[in-house]
Every structure is written in C-alpha cells, then in structure tokens.
C-alpha cells in the first residue's frame, strides 16, 4: 500500500490566522488543480467580502460551511484532493482554535505528515505546541514546520532563523517527553504571495532549502505498515447458504458458478503486516489455530495480501468466528489483556473522572471501559506531565483503564490499528474521547528492605524479578536465536527485564580479539559466562544463544553462576533438519571444506545429559517454544506473577 | 497519470467502509442514484461481500423526471444483479402538481428530492444508508465525515460533527437516527472515471458524446428529453453533439459540448478540463451557501 504511488496523508495544522487555509488554497491553485469556475467564484467571492484587499482570499476556497465563513474561521476540517504528476494527496485543513481540537484529532489520526504553521513575527505559540503535539502522539513522525508571513517580517532571514530554533526546541522537547523522534524541516514562506510554495523565491536569496512542495513530493508516505506483525480484524462474515449441499470449506469451482452448499468467509482488512494463503494463523480471542485456506480481494483469488487490503478468507476446518475476532499470524501473536494504561485526548465538554465508566470501541471490537486511575496530565504548552483528577475539555493525559473482557491489542507505537480506541458515552452516544494504548497493566508486589549495601537481592528486587541464566544450545541453525528473540519478546511485554547475548552482539564486540581455534572458542564461552554473570547481578534475565557444544564448556559456565541460576535449554533440533534448513548457507560452505571445524560436519556436538529442558522444533512452531520455556520458568518459580 | 498505487488504495478502503457500515447497520440501504459514483459504489459493494449479493435494497428517489435512459439502466442493472430495488415518489408532491417549470427548481428539488428522501427513509426505517457523494465536488461535501451523524428528522448539524478517528467511527445511534456513509468521500471525478475504465463498469450511455436535442436555457444546454419540457414559442430543438458530466432531472442538468464517446476518451477530456462538474448542476447555484443548507435539511 505505501510503495511508491500510494497517497500521501498529510494536514495543515497551527494556530488560528497563522495562514493553513490560505497556504492549502493557494497550493491547489499553484499546482494547477483549481478548475477556472472555482477561480473565477473565488476572485468573485474575495472581492465581494474584501478580506484580502484586492487579492484572493484563499481561505475562502476551503472555509466551507456559512458559519465559517461569516465568523472567518475554520470550525472543520476540510479535506482536499489533489495530485501532481509524481504524486496523490490527501490534504486536511484544520481548524486553529483550541476550542476545536477534536476536529484537528480527527484529521491527524489518519495522516503520516504533518505541516505546522507558524506566523514568523509571532513565532511558536501555545497552540502551535498543543498541535504538534496531538501529532506526534497520533503516531505522525514527520514535521514541516512552515514559517509563514514572511512578506510582514521584512523577509529577514534572521526572524527566520529564531523561529527555526524554537521549532528546533519543540522537537527536542518532544523527544524528551518519550515521543520517537520525528523528522523536522523549517520552511520561510508566504501563503499569500505564493513565496517557496513550489519555487525557491527571490525574495529571500538566503534561502535556498526545500520548498513545501519539494518536501511534500520527497517524505515517505505511510507509517510502513506493511512491516509491522500481521493483523486482519474481522469486520464481517460473509455467509452464503445454497439448499441442500455441505459445508464448503473454499468457495472454488462449481460453488462459484451456483453450485449447492454452505459457504463462509471472513471479510476484513489486513490492517498490517501481510497474511498469505496457507498461513498458519490464531484467532483470537478463542485462541483457535488454523491455516488460511483461501483468500479474495473482490472476486479474485489472492495468494497474498498486504496492509491496506481489505480481503475475505476462508479458513480451514468448521470455525465459529465472528465480527470483533481477530485473526493474526501465528508466530506473532499478540497479547490479550483487560488492563492498560493509555493515552487520552478529551473530547467531551464533562469532565472525566476516574471511577467513569464508558464504551470502549476499538478496531478488535467492544467492551464497557472503567477508568480506574488519572495517572496525570499532559501540559499541552510545555510537555511536563502534572497531577491531576480529571480531565476537561481538550486535555491530554494518563489513565489506567479496565475493560469487561480482554481484548487483543498491539501497543499504539507498534501499531496505530490495533492500538488506537474511542471512548463513547452510553447514553449521549458522544465520542467523549480518543485513545491510545501504551501497554498492559501488571501489578508487580515489590519487595523493600531496609539495608546499607545494595547487592544482587536488592537490585533483583526492585526489577520484581528473580534473574537467571537461560543458556540455549543446540546445532547452527537448530532455532537458538530465532526462539531466543521470541522469547525476549514475551518477556518483555509481561513486563521483564531481559537482555539476549547473540553472537552478533558478543563477537563483534567484547570477543571480537578471539579466533576459532579451540582455545578462542572456550575463552569465548567463559567470558559469555562472566557476563552473563554480571547481568545476573543486576537482575537481569538474561538469554544466550550459542552453539556451545561442548558438556565442559557449559559446566564451567554453570559454575560461574550462583547455584540455580543456569538454566540449560537444549533446542534439539536433528542434524537433518539443521543441513536442510541451512539459513545462512553454513552447512554447504562446510561441506565443501570451506568452513573447518563445523559443529556437526567435521567437529562434535555433545548434547546435555540432564538438560533443564529439550525442546524440538518439528512440529512445533516458535512461539510455542518461547511459551514452553515461559512455562518451565513459572514451574520452577523463577517468573513470579 | 494518476499512479494505479492510489486507485488501488482508495478502492480497498473504500471496501472497508462499506463493510463497516453494513456490519453495524440494522436496516442498511444503498442511495441509487443511477449515475457514476452511484455505479462505482456499487461495484465496490460487489466486491465487499463476493460472492455473497450486498445485504441491502437499493433506493431511488425517482421525482418522474429522470432521464428516460436513466429509468431503463436502473432497472437492467437491479435486475442483472438480482437485487431489490426501491423506487420511491412523493406521491403527494406528484399530485399536488410539482415540476422544475412550474415551482422552481428549489421548491421542486425540496419536495421531490429532499422530502421524497426523508419519506422513503422512514418508510424503511433504514439506519445506515450508503451514498456516493464526493467530498471534491462541494466546498460543504469536503467538510463532512465519512460516516455522518443524521438526527431523528434526517438533519445534519455541521457545526457539531463527531470525532471521526482512525477507522474506528462511532456509529452509536438512538432510535430514528442514522448514519449517512460516503465511501467514496476521497475520490474526485478523475479517480471515478479511471476506475471505471480499469474496471469496466458499466455506465449510462448519456454520459458519452451523442447528437441529443438541446434548448438553450440560460446559457447552458438542456435536453429536451420527453415532451413535457415545455418551450416558448418558434423555440425548436437543436440537435448538438453533447454529453453529461453530470446526471440528475433532465429539466436541472445541463449537456456540455464533448466528442468524448468512450471512457477512455472521458477521462483524457477530464485530464485537460478547466471547469468543475458542478458547473452543469443548476440547483447548486440558486443560493450560496444552498447545499450546506439542503443537507442541513436531509438532502444527500
Ligand atoms: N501578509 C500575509 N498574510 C497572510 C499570509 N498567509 C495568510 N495571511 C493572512 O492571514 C489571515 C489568516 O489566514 P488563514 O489562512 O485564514 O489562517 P488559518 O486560520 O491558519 O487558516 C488571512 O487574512 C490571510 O490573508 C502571508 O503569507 N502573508
Ligand atoms: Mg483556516
């Protein structure tokens, strides 16, 4: 969806009068895609109301509705179509008034760009603040920051550059407060006048960066999508029952042609990530595996679809699967749960309080949503989070929220789809707010002592955790790393403090002076060791995965750690199966004798005796290892809850 | 040229809107206008529920004063896709004598499109119904929400639209009310020929280039399409190459010279064209202001 050609998303944002409705205008007019009767009823229209002198008031063009019009102002946002011969756009216009922020939300939720207009004589305001903002919490990443009215600021290049440096700041400010961080570029223009609108203007020789339109054409369209995990909400069963024939698992053949049967299809959109026919996949929340048995784009059959397609697919085996249910790829599940903590912007003239209880709607469906906790507010001006019991009217802030059942979700900065929410009230029926997740809540009983010296108890304690060594050994190709990740990641989100000691991150590094020779590889495994141990006494969790495959080598590592500590996984994957799979072309190199001393052709590998766990990976896909680990940790009490 | 990526991206979305209505729609209905967009969307509601028929009737408000091309293309078009078709007239307003000519076209188009709206609405009780109006053919179309809130009496408050966030609409709704649903809000007049060249949708022929009757009235070209159109005396029909670009009553919209006779040839005229498909409706230009108004008031 977002490869070359696809649209651009983007708004023009800023406070009131800083130029967003006359800098649209006058871009669909520079660009060619203004139709003569348009021009011709705005020139009407200007000079009839006088705004701008003799000149176009383009704010005209966009202002639609009479009250704005007989008021000045923009109460809505206005959307805008317009292309150019390299590029489709999507341009909002928003309203500046603090008092229609909602409106503004509404238009950044859907664009991945932002232009942020800023009056050169007045500078950044407040409200330019509050904008950018609700953009970069609305997950938009690039900035241009339009510095308007040159032609009242002396075209000077020094007012020019005072203003760059607060946008500068705001950026940096942004970036302090915990938002990634975003692509920034400062532009002098003139809406008015039409000044690096698409042509560097002579007015102000001293500039000689990007024009709005030359940053429009080169930032990348959509938030990449497409590379976050696979993920299809069902949004509709499609049901066709003919007389007298049987379940129908695929609608091919004869059934498309009227043949007898019952057929049904899940219709929805992959709202990320790509599904392809024959995936292995869950649904959740049932927790039901299956394959994806067909799938259609319209009438077409489709052997695979990307973010952005809205599909039908049928499954295999006779499922209950319903509207709210969401299908997603197998080995990148995602979690269930009732408990977040979230971002809200507040949209309703009452107040929130905590204890409320509203409708929670998200793209995974609906449930009844209690506002548990007011964690604070967000000052939209300078970013600090204060204190706070409610929330009025366009604030911004924390809040721990609990929903009647647990629902499917991806953190918003994962995923602006699957992480995103409305909150309505149940008997207005009013979108009072919108949301974002920032992830599960867990409540963690952490032990205090009072003691003089902090050591390894102390340090684990704080993290509410009981750390350890889980060493993965097992052939080259044998899943070590692949597992390990997975694993890290599920750590992660139940709120763990992890690290992954990888080859990459080990050899390239701190070992980088060592050789594969046999006494590189033992000094190798015996510095891992040492700071695998290091970490354990920070109170890490700490996961390795390497081939280690001689019994000594392990022993000596086991003695290294505190008794208990070292958790020895064998992922015991055969020989076989390793050559067949060869991921990085190893076993061919070492068969043709390029690769001496390989693990398994000219070198041994001597499996545990007693291993803590044997996990083969067959039959079994990765993330049930990941959980099987996860399993034996809860077991032996090494993962409290 | 557009990139084929854009028409692409906007046609799955579009999908997901109609999925989206229809899945929280009690009684959905599609607003059948018979015309481009009308046939876009449905095509797009074909390929939203393959193989599946669409779940709901189409509605056409027919004020009697339809093209008569119109009238036979609606009809073949429900009856090769099997679907249920309402035609509704207000019966009231067609015995109380309301034409173009003799009320004007704003009473005209109040009563027997606007009011004719409501009525058969209610009549079916529909709460999700599906339009195929643009949000690039009006300055007040570019500011409503895809999905858009209509009280009990069918009004649209523009100054107090709902947040409209992600793809996640707020589609709550009390009794009487509904929903209006755009799919086609992001397409322009460009993007909806392109489609139905890749697509080959079929369309009413009065939109390619013909030799049709014409009268000059106000400076624009009407078709003289039956004979009630009543003409001044010594007035005759002239027979001129046009073509519509847009379709509603034969007596409200206006031809405009083409050779265009294909789509392809459409789409090329549309590439180079200097005025907007809104120049050949005539109601729009009765007041400024006067579709915001209209649709204040339950009008598409
Ligand atoms: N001198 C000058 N006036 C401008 C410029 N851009 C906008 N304006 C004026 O600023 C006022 C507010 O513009 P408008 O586009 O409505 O601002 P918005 O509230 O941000 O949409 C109007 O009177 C414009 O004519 C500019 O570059 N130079
Ligand atoms: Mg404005």
């Given at each position: 969806?977002?490869?070359?050609?696809?649209?651009?998303?983007?708004?023009?944002?800023?406070?009131?009068?800083?130029?967003?409705?006359?800098?649209?205008?006058?871009?669909?007019?520079?660009?060619?895609?203004?139709?003569?009767?348009?021009?011709?009823?705005?020139?009407?229209?200007?000079?009839?109301?006088?705004?701008?002198?003799?000149?176009?008031?383009?704010?005209?063009?966009?202002?639609?509705?009479?009250?704005?019009?007989?008021?000045?102002?923009?109460?809505?946002?206005?959307?805008?179509?317009?292309?150019?011969?390299?590029?489709?756009?999507?341009?909002?216009?928003?309203?500046?008034?603090?008092?229609?922020?909602?409106?503004?939300?509404?238009?950044?939720?859907?664009?991945?760009?932002?232009?942020?207009?800023?009056?050169?004589?007045?500078?950044?305001?407040?409200?330019?603040?509050?904008?950018?903002?609700?953009?970069?919490?609305?997950?938009?990443?690039?900035?241009?920051?339009?510095?308007?009215?040159?032609?009242?600021?002396?075209?000077?290049?020094?007012?020019?550059?005072?203003?760059?440096?607060?946008?500068?700041?705001?950026?940096?400010?942004?970036?302090?407060?915990?938002?990634?961080?975003?692509?920034?570029?400062?532009?002098?223009?003139?809406?008015?006048?039409?000044?690096?609108?698409?042509?560097?203007?002579?007015?102000?020789p001293w500039y000689d960066g990007t024009t709005v339109m030359g940053w429009l054409h080169a930032v990348a369209p959509g938030e990449g999508m497409e590379h976050a995990a696979p993920r299809l909400p069902v949004q509709y069963v499609i049901k066709v029952a003919r007389p007298g024939g049987a379940w129908q698992e695929g609608a091919d053949g004869a059934f498309r042609r009227g043949g007898n049967g019952t057929f049904r299809a899940y219709a929805g959109t992959v709202v990320s990530g790509s599904l392809k026919r024959g995936d292995r996949v869950v649904v959740l929340p049932s927790g039901l595996r299956t394959r994806v048995r067909e799938m259609w784009c319209g009438d077409r059959l489709v052997r695979q679809a990307v973010a952005g397609m809205a599909v039908a697919l049928s499954l295999e085996g006779e499922h209950d699967v319903v509207r709210g249910d969401m299908i997603v790829?197998?080995?990148?599940?995602?979690?269930?749960?009732?408990?977040?903590?979230?971002?809200?912007?507040?949209?309703?003239?009452?107040?929130?309080?905590?204890?409320?209880?509203?409708?929670?709607?998200?793209?995974?469906?609906?449930?009844?949503?209690?506002?548990?906790?007011?964690?604070?507010?967000?000052?939209?001006?300078?970013?600090?989070?204060?204190?706070?019991?409610?929330?009025?009217?366009?604030?911004?802030?924390?809040?721990?929220?609990?929903?009647?059942?647990?629902?499917?979700?991806?953190?918003?900065?994962?995923?602006?789809?699957?992480?995103?929410?409305?909150?309505?009230?149940?008997?207005?029926?009013?979108?009072?707010?919108?949301?974002?997740?920032?992830?599960?809540?867990?409540?963690?009983?952490?032990?205090?002592?009072?003691?003089?010296?902090?050591?390894?108890?102390?340090?684990?304690?704080?993290?509410?955790?009981?750390?350890?060594?889980?060493?993965?050994?097992?052939?080259?190709?044998?899943?070590?790393?692949?597992?390990?990740?997975?694993?890290?990641?599920?750590?992660?989100?139940?709120?763990?403090?992890?690290?992954?000691?990888?080859?990459?991150?080990?050899?390239?590094?701190?070992?980088?002076?060592?050789?594969?020779?046999?006494?590189?590889?033992?000094?190798?495994?015996?510095?891992?060791?040492?700071?695998?141990?290091?970490?354990?006494?920070?109170?890490?969790?700490?996961?390795?995965?390497?081939?280690?495959?001689?019994?000594?080598?392990?022993?000596?590592?086991?003695?290294?750690?505190?008794?208990?500590?070292?958790?020895?996984?064998?992922?015991?994957?055969?020989?076989?199966?390793?050559?067949?799979?060869?991921?990085?072309?190893?076993?061919?190199?070492?068969?043709?004798?390029?690769?001496?001393?390989?693990?398994?052709?000219?070198?041994?590998?001597?499996?545990?005796?007693?291993?803590?766990?044997?996990?083969?990976?067959?039959?079994?896909?990765?993330?049930?290892?990941?959980?099987?680990?996860?399993?034996?940790?809860?077991?032996?009490?090494?993962?409290?809850? | 040229m557009k990139p084929n990526g854009a028409l692409h991206q906007l046609e799955q979305e579009s999908i997901r809107i109609i999925r989206e209505a229809v899945a929280e729609a009690e009684r959905p209905v599609m607003l059948y206008s018979v015309g481009k967009d009308s046939s876009v969307m449905l095509h797009l509601a074909l390929k939203a529920f393959y193989p599946m028929n669409p779940p709901f009737p189409l509605l056409h408000v027919d004020t009697t004063w339809k093209f008569r091309e119109m009238i036979a293309f609606r009809d073949a078009t429900a009856a090769r896709l099997g679907m249920e078709l309402i035609a509704y007239t207000n019966q009231e307003g067609l015995r109380e004598g309301v034409t173009p000519f003799t009320h004007g076209s704003r009473a005209y188009t109040d009563v027997m499109k606007t009011d004719a709206l409501r009525m058969a609405l209610d009549a079916g009780g529909f709460d999700m119904i599906l339009g195929g109006a643009r949000r690039d053919e009006e300055k007040s179309r570019a500011k409503e929400r895809v999905f858009s809130f209509r009280d009990a009496r069918h009004h649209w408050n523009p100054r107090g639209q709902r947040p409209e966030l992600w793809s996640v609409p707020n589609l709550a709704r009390n009794r009487g009310e509904s929903f209006r649903v755009f799919p086609l809000s992001d397409w322009t007049e460009l993007d909806v020929w392109r489609y139905i060249a890749r697509e080959a949708i079929p369309v009413v022929p009065l939109y390619f280039a013909a030799r049709r009757p014409v009268v000059e009235r106000a400076g624009q070209w009407i078709m003289v399409d039956d004979g009630r159109m009543p003409l001044s005396p010594g007035e005759t029909p002239r027979m001129k190459v046009v073509r519509f670009r847009t379709l509603g009553c034969y007596p409200l919209s206006a031809a405009v010279e083409s050779r265009a006779a294909t789509v392809r040839g459409i789409v090329r005229e549309l590439e180079c064209a200097r005025s907007s498909e809104r120049a050949g409706r005539l109601i729009d230009f009765d007041q400024a202001g006067s579709m915001e108004k209209k649709k204040q008031e339950g009008y598409f």
């Open positions: 969806m977002t490869k070359a050609g696809a649209i651009l998303r983007f708004l023009a944002c800023g406070s009131v009068d800083d130029g967003k409705s006359t800098l649209i205008g006058h871009l669909l007019h520079l660009t060619g895609n203004l139709y003569d009767d348009q021009v011709a009823i705005l020139e009407q229209e200007s000079a009839r109301l006088g705004t701008n002198g003799a000149g176009i008031d383009y704010s005209l063009l966009l202002d639609g509705l009479t009250a704005e019009r007989e008021q000045g102002i923009t109460i809505d946002v206005a959307y805008r179509y317009f292309a150019t011969p390299q590029r489709h756009f999507i341009v909002a216009d928003t309203p500046g008034h603090e008092r229609y922020t909602r409106n503004m939300a509404t238009a950044a939720s859907r664009c991945s760009a932002a232009l942020i207009l800023v009056d050169a004589r007045q500078g950044v305001l407040p409200q330019t603040r509050r904008h950018a903002l609700i953009c970069a919490l609305m997950g938009i990443r690039r900035f241009l920051f339009v510095v308007n009215k040159m032609d009242m600021a002396g075209w000077s290049e020094q007012g020019f550059r005072e203003v760059q440096a607060q946008c500068n700041r705001l950026a940096g400010d942004l970036e302090r407060f915990g938002l990634p961080r975003a692509e920034c570029v400062a532009v002098p223009v003139s809406a008015l006048n039409g000044d690096n609108l698409v042509a560097l203007s002579p007015n102000m790829a197998e080995d990148q599940r995602t979690e269930l749960a009732h408990l977040f903590k979230v971002r809200l912007v507040w949209m309703d003239d009452q107040p929130l309080y905590s204890g409320r209880h509203y409708l929670f709607k998200g793209v995974a469906g609906t449930a009844t949503a209690g506002i548990t906790r007011i964690r604070g507010r967000i000052e939209p001006d300078s970013y600090q989070r204060l204190a706070a019991d409610h929330f009025s009217l366009n604030d911004i802030g924390e809040a721990e929220l609990a929903l009647s059942l647990p629902i499917p979700f991806d953190p918003y900065a994962e995923n602006r789809e699957t992480g995103g929410f409305i909150l309505t009230d149940r008997l207005s029926n009013a979108t009072v707010a919108c949301g974002m997740i920032l992830h599960p809540l867990r409540r963690t009983a952490t032990v205090r002592r009072q003691c003089e010296e902090i050591g390894p108890p102390e340090r684990a304690a704080i993290k509410g955790q009981r750390p350890c060594v889980l060493w993965l050994t097992g052939f080259s190709g044998a899943g070590k790393s692949t597992i390990a990740n997975c694993l890290e990641r599920k750590l992660y989100t139940l709120g763990r403090h992890t690290m992954l000691l990888d080859g990459d991150n080990i050899r390239q590094g701190l070992n980088r002076d060592l050789g594969f020779t046999e006494a590189g590889r033992i000094e190798n495994i015996r510095r891992i060791g040492e700071v695998a141990k290091l970490m354990t006494d920070a109170g890490l969790i700490v996961i390795t995965a390497f081939i280690s495959p001689f019994r000594a080598e392990r022993d000596m590592v086991r003695e290294i750690l505190p008794g208990g500590s070292f958790v020895e996984i064998h992922v015991d994957t055969p020989l076989e199966e390793c050559e067949r799979r060869d991921p990085k072309g190893l076993y061919r190199k070492a068969r043709q004798g390029e690769i001496p001393n390989f693990t398994g052709i000219d070198s041994p590998y001597e499996p545990p005796r007693a291993p803590a766990l044997r996990l083969g990976t067959m039959a079994r896909p990765v993330w049930e290892c990941a959980d099987a680990i996860i399993a034996y940790l809860r077991e032996h009490g090494l993962l409290p809850e | -």
